[in-house]
């Protein structure tokens, strides 16, 4: 029934590993999002997809790469871990012509980077 | 360009009495406000949502929020707080413009005192 599922919800890690971070929702919605959480519980958007095509990266680095095999679906892949990417990361979803709604979000993925 | 400011990183209030929280955003269209809230180590929960409806938006769990086009502000109430309202509340802002995303606020602690 959950309606924005990731997968893991705690992920640690050594630097240099790669990482992946599965998302999947079941509401039917065009766009899925990539949030990140820092260590001062501030939110700020990495990523949107809407249906399958990318429509916003913020700046940041190519290290992470979103992956939508389908509109239900948004993975984010994370190469050669550093400290500085230890946060809490939120996939969020949204319906396309309905922004203003209001957004679903998951529980989130804590990485912890050692 | 759209942000947002939550003028209080922390609010400290008593059990039963009056929640105050504030926000100031920033937006060059018509925006879309909502209030997030995040209860400890847990996801995103809408609280509520302005889309140019009524001004006086209610919400879950006994908040509210009004939103004045004038003063760029929309700041977050509940009459009485409980126990259970100790969380981190996010104001975020939504721009179709800006492609659907999300601007979250700082965040505001809410600690309640018995």
């Known amino acids: 029934d959950t309606a924005v599922s990731q997968t893991p919800k705690y992920l640690v890690t050594q630097m240099g590993n790669d990482k992946s971070i599965k998302c999947e929702q079941n509401l039917g919605h065009d766009t899925m999002y990539w949030y990140k959480q820092d260590s001062k519980k501030f939110l700020k958007i990495m990523f949107s997809y809407n249906n399958k095509e990318l429509i916003i990266n913020e700046t940041v680095p190519n290290r992470f790469s979103p992956k939508s095999p389908d509109k239900a679906h948004l993975n984010l892949h994370i190469n050669s871990l550093e400290l500085g990417d230890s946060a809490v990361y939120f996939c969020?979803?949204?319906?396309?012509?309905?922004?203003?709604?209001?957004?679903?979000f998951g529980s989130g993925t804590r990485l912890t980077v050692v | 360009a759209q942000s947002v400011t939550q003028l209080d990183s922390h609010v400290s209030v008593s059990e039963g009495t009056p929640v105050l929280l504030r926000c100031n955003y920033s937006s060059s269209y018509s925006p879309s406000l909502f209030w997030y809230v995040q209860h400890p180590n847990k996801g995103l929960q809408l609280l509520l949502k302005?889309?140019?409806?009524?001004?006086l938006v209610k919400g879950i769990n006994g908040f509210e929020a009004e939103f004045k086009k004038s003063e760029t502000s929309f700041h977050l109430t509940k009459p009485s707080a409980h126990m259970s309202d100790a969380a981190e509340y996010f104001c975020?802002?939504?721009?179709?413009?800006?492609?659907?995303?999300?601007?979250f606020g700082g965040g505001t602690r809410v600690l309640v005192k018995p």
């Open positions: 975020v802002v939504s721009e179709k413009a800006a492609g659907n995303k999300l601007t």
């Open positions: 969020a979803s949204s319906q396309e012509g309905v922004f203003n709604y209001g957004y679903t």
């Open positions: 302005y889309t140019s409806a009524a001004t």
